[in-house]
């Protein structure tokens, strides 16, 4: 879900959105909101689940999870200003912005 969240969101946000602060913000709501979400969803289906093979054991403490999630928020951020300087090199080629 958090990959989804990235794919779709951080590039369009960081070519639509002027201000380099309200994409990332923006991108980094909708992430933790999707997080939260699909950590949840994880967690109460490897507590109490009706599942055979759950994502975590309730012993075993999810470090593999926690890098991944934070990989995925990091590329999440550089698709954002991947998003963003495409946008500034369009416009400094059809002479819109000149470069400073």
């Known amino acids: 879900m958090i990959a989804v969240v990235t794919v779709l969101s951080a590039f369009a946000l960081g070519y639509f959105m002027r201000s380099r602060l309200a994409a990332n913000t923006t991108y980094a709501v909708a ?31 999810p470090l593999s999870y926690g890098l991944v999630t934070l990989a995925i928020f990091g590329v999440g951020f550089a698709l954002v200003e991947a998003g963003r300087r495409l946008r500034l090199r369009r416009r400094s080629r059809r002479g819109e912005l000149v470069p400073t």
């Open 31 to 61: 992430y933790l909101w999707a997080f939260t979400y699909q950590t949840l969803y994880l967690i109460l289906d490897s507590f109490g689940g009706t599942s055979d093979a759950p994502a975590f054991e309730p012993s075993d403490f």
